[in-house]
């Protein structure tokens, strides 16, 4: 497991520290359903919203926390580097056009 001050953490190693957790847990004790593993980020985001909804500030924060969570568990056990996948996409959005060329 990491040592280093998780403030200073790169996304690599968050992805790693939250993988190694779920694994710890028994989350990763079998294959990953990939739809279900989608689904309970998009339910993390919907829990969100409703905390926003109901102007519960606090819990509105965790609900993204647990998103992220998810997602870099879910990154580091498909061995995906996101920060490299953060930076090409980054790089790609840059080079389109105003909201995308999408008149609204």
């Not at 939250?18 to 309970?40: P, Q, S, T």
């Not at 056990?77 to 056009?97: A, D, F």
Request: charged share 40%; glycine share 4%; with cysteine.
């Amino acid at each position: 497991m990491i040592k280093k001050d998780m403030k200073k953490f790169s996304l690599s190693e968050w992805a790693e520290l939250c993988h190694a957790i779920a694994v710890e847990k028994g989350f990763w004790d079998e294959k990953r359903n990939m739809g279900e593993a989608l689904m309970l980020i998009v339910t993390e985001l919907a829990e969100a919203m409703e905390s926003y909804r109901v102007q519960d500030e606090e819990n509105f924060r965790e609900e993204l926390a647990d998103t992220f969570i998810r997602l870099f568990d879910l990154c580091a056990g498909l061995n995906v580097n996101i920060e490299e996948e953060i930076i090409k996409k980054t790089e790609k959005n840059k080079k389109r056009p105003y909201k995308h060329g999408k008149i609204c």
